[in-house]
């Protein structure tokens, strides 16, 4: 399948929280993954530390005799160390962890990488005839492809 890379809207959790919270990404606003709009899926990197979920909550902690978990991101490990966004640091994988001063090292793990697969009008260009006509055998995929327009972040300039 190979390496996914996380973005923004990635669901985590803690060893010691009783629920989820998903990534907010606060320091770029250029490197999108995934995103054929260019609008939704900023690459979370290893400089995306504090208070960088949504609600920064992953419900009660055990390490705080089941209050309120109040998250706080101090490092990451497991990044991806050959692909590096500039002035934001490594991007992380579904492999990656985080730190949590009350939980501890590695303490923190990627559920879901929020990554989305997104049918553009390439995806119709590429694909066998045949191979579509057996998946879809109601609908004539040789004119779909054709009226689909491309979004018009993806032109060049």
Same mark, same amino acid.
């Given at each position: ?6 973005? $923004?809207?990635? /669901? ?11 990534? +907010? /990404? ?14 939704? +899926?900023? #690459?979370? &990197? ?21 209050? =309120?978990?109040? /998250? ?10 050959? +692909? ?13 962890? #985080? &730190?949590? =001063? ?31 006509? $057996? ?14 327009? =491309?979004?018009? $972040?993806?032109?060049?300039?």
């Amino acid at each position: 399948m190979g390496v996914k890379y996380i973005v $923004q809207g990635a /669901v985590c959790s803690c060893l010691y929280g009783s629920g989820t919270d998903a990534l +907010k /990404v606060k320091t770029q606003s250029k490197v999108f993954l995934n995103d054929m709009d260019g609008a939704k +899926k900023l #690459a979370v &990197t290893t400089t995306d530390l504090g208070t960088t979920f949504e609600k920064n909550c992953f419900g009660s902690c055990a390490k705080k005799k089941n209050n =309120p978990c109040t /998250v706080t991101l101090t490092a990451w490990s497991g990044e991806e160390t050959k +692909k590096k966004i500039v002035g934001a640091g490594n991007l992380l994988t579904e492999e990656s962890k #985080a &730190t949590c =001063p009350v939980g501890g090292k590695d303490c923190i793990s990627i559920l879901y990488h929020g990554q989305q697969a997104e049918v553009s009008p390439q995806n119709f260009s590429n694909t066998d005839p045949q191979v579509q006509a $057996q998946i879809n055998p109601l609908v004539d995929t040789a004119h779909l492809g054709r009226n689909l327009k =491309p979004s018009p $972040q993806l032109k060049a300039k």
